[in-house]
């Protein structure tokens, strides 16, 4: 992997973690709310996962309401990405869990 690229992959990797949680503490609860405020309201067909589609409605809102670094997925055009890597049993949607599970991943 090129230096460019392993860049590439931390500042979007910084992202989804951002995205979520783990955040010095005050900040993260609001924010957490949030952001699962948002997932609710881009989960359009209402069955508590994001597919693609609705995964881009919930970066879009996390970044109009400058939540993280969603903002950066968003001029980085990393939508993609961003899901392929949440995205951990592959079935193509994005679980609550799956974002959570991200979170943990990142701070342990
Ligand atoms: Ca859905
Ligand atoms: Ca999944």
Known sequence: MTAKARRATFLIASAIL????????LAADADRAKAKANFVQADSDGDGRLNYREFVTFVDLNAAQGLGRAATIRRLNAYKRAFEQLDSNRDSTISQQELAAQVQRQSN
């Open 18 to 25: 951002m995205l979520t949680a783990a955040r010095p503490a």
